[in-house]
């Protein structure tokens, strides 16, 4: 199981970029993708993630500016990044796990058990 996160890059405060993560040697179609991100001197902190049917959960930091959704035929999931701030400036990972179960969250790292490398998003201000 492969999963190629792509799109980060340089941007001005207040500009957008558009994450893409592409899975690949497994169906995620019934379970639940995240992204996650980890800035320099700190620990790596929950996004957003997506559940199979839709249901979305995001971290208050980017409620309102980022958007999660996901293509179940292609595999993929995306990551639409409004507003950004220099705040926002990480390493961005995707996961996945193959399962959604109701009583789980899905926002720690723990729940997931594939993961993807990361893609630099560095917002200057």
């Known amino acids: 199981v492969q999963l190629q996160a792509s799109g980060g890059g340089l941007v001005q405060a207040g500009g957008s970029l558009r994450l893409s993560c592409a899975a690949s040697?497994?169906?995620?179609?019934?379970?639940?993708m995240g992204w996650f991100r980890q800035a320099p001197g700190k620990e790596r902190e929950f996004v957003a993630r997506?559940?199979?049917?839709?249901?979305?959960l995001y971290a208050d930091s980017v409620k309102g500016r980022f958007t999660v959704s996901r293509d179940n035929v292609k595999n993929t999931m995306y990551l639409q990044m409004n507003s950004l701030k220099p705040d926002d400036t990480a390493v961005y990972s995707c996961?996945?796990?193959?399962?959604?179960?109701?009583?789980?969250?899905?926002?720690?790292?723990?729940?997931?058990?594939?993961w993807g490398q990361g893609t630099q998003v560095t917002v200057s201000s």
């Open positions: 996961a996945a796990v193959a399962t959604s179960y109701r009583n789980y969250y899905y926002r720690t790292a723990t729940e997931y058990n594939y």
């Open positions: 040697g497994s169906s995620f179609s019934s379970g639940v």
């Open positions: 997506i559940r199979w049917n839709g249901d979305t």
